[in-house]
């Protein structure tokens, strides 16, 4: 947040859910970052939103699955 903070850039916390739940908390961040990807890449909201939920959707679960191979690693476990 400190970092956000020096270089004048806003942080907002965002919780993610795999399974396809947004939260209405998260509604206003998404929509904010959805109208920057359509301003920047010249493209309607509708194909923005799509590509922000699809690419948020991926790096949750690619981080989940990340932690998961990480935890049963250390545990000595298969992961195979």
Do not use: H
Not at 46 to 57: C, E, G
């Amino acid at each position: 947040r400190e970092k956000c903070e020096q270089v004048g850039t806003l942080f907002v916390p965002l919780v993610l859910e795999t399974v396809g739940g947004w939260g209405i908390e998260s509604e206003p961040i998404i929509r904010r970052i959805c109208k920057a990807l359509a301003d920047v890449e010249r493209i309607d909201i509708p194909s923005a939103a799509r590509m922000v939920r699809t690419q948020m959707s991926f790096a949750t679960q690619r981080a989940m699955a990340e932690g998961f191979m990480l935890r049963n690693n250390a545990n000595g476990q298969s992961i195979v």
